[in-house]
C-alpha cells in the first residue's frame, strides 16, 4: 500500500522483497513477469533513492533490453540514468568512507578534540561540493553529520544547532520521512540545547522522538535521561519529574 508520506526504512525492507522476487522469476525463466516487475519497482527505488538497488535493477533490465528485446531507444534511457546513479554512489561512498574515517579515528578515541574538528573540516571541504551537486539521501546525510563533529568537537553548541537544523530542513523537504535522520538530528539537537539550557526548545524534539522509540529499550531511557539532565539544568523541576 502507498502511503503519502512513507517511511524510508520501512520501503527499503519492501524493495528488497520485491527485487529478490522478481530476480528469482527471472532466474526461473519466468522473464517477462520479473522484468515487468523490475520496472515497476525502479520507480520507487528511484524516489526513495536507494542508489544501489536502483543500479542492480538497471543491469538487468539493460542485459534484457539490449541482448533479448534488442531495444536500442529502451536501452540508452537506462544508461543514461544508470551513469547519473553511478556518479551519486561513488558522491554516497566518499560520504560515508570519510564519516567512518572520522568517527573511528578521532570521535571513538580519546583523540584531541581540536584535531577531530580540523580533521572534519578537512573532510566536510570534500563533500560540500558532492552535496552541492547530488541531492542523493546518503550524501547528505553523511555530510550533515561530519559537519556536526566540527562544532561538537569544540563545543559550539549554538553553531552545532543551525547545523542540525538545516539537516532536519532538507530532509523534510523529500518525499518521504526516515526514522534514522529523526533519531541522529533531534537527538544532537537535545544535547544542543541540554548544553545551552533551552529547555522550550528541545521540548518539541523530545515528544517527536519519544514517539520513535520503543519504549522500555535502550534508546528511550538515554532519550529519558537526555530529558531529565536539560529540565535540571533548565531549572525546570517540575517538568523533569
Keep these: 500500500r502507498e502511503e503519502n508520506y512513507p517511511d524510508r526504512q520501512v520501503a527499503f525492507v519492501e524493495c528488497v522483497k520485491k527485487w529478490s522476487a522478481a530476480m528469482i522469476l527471472i532466474t526461473r525463466n519466468i522473464r517477462s513477469i520479473g522484468i515487468k516487475q523490475l520496472e515497476n519497482l ?8 536507494f542508489t544501489e538497488i536502483s543500479m542492480n535493477i538497471i543491469r538487468t533490465l539493460e542485459l534484457y533490453y539490449g541482448t533479448i528485446e534488442g531495444n536500442q531507444r529502451k536501452f540508452s534511457e537506462l544508461e543514461e540514468t ?11 561512498r566518499k560520504a560515508e568512507r570519510l564519516y567512518c574515517n572520522l568517527v573511528m579515528h578521532y570521535v571513538s578515541t580519546r583523540a584531541d578534540k581540536y584535531a577531530a574538528s580540523e580533521k572534519a573540516k578537512e573532510y566536510f571541504a570534500q563533500v560540500q561540493p558532492l552535496m552541492q551537486r547530488h541531492q542523493a539521501f546518503k550524501v547528505h546525510f553523511f555530510g550533515y553529520l561530519i559537519n556536526t563533529v566540527i562544532y561538537d568537537s569544540l563545543h559550539e553548541y549554538d553553531r552545532m544547532e543551525l547545523v ?17 535522520v529523526q533519531q541522529t538530528f533531534y537527538y544532537n539537537l537535545l544535547t544542543c540545547y541540554l548544553n545551552t539550557r533551552q529547555f522550550e526548545k528541545g521540548l518539541p524534539y523530545f515528544h517527536q522522538l519519544e514517539s520513535l522509540v520503543e519504549e522500555n529499550s535502550f534508546n528511550w531511557f538515554k532519550l529519558q535521561e537526555l530529558y531529565l539532565m536539560t529540565a535540571m539544568h533548565s531549572e525546570k523541576y517540575r517538568e523533569g519529574l
Excluded: I, N, P, Q
Design 164 to 180: 542540525c537544523l538545516d539537516a532536519v530542513a532538507f530532509f523534510e523537504g523529500k518525499k518521504y520521512h526516515s526514522g534514522m
Design 42 to 49: 525502479l520507480r520507487h527505488t528511484l524516489e526513495f533513492e
Design 82 to 92: 544508470l551513469l547519473e546513479l553511478e556518479e551519486a554512489w561513488l558522491a554516497e
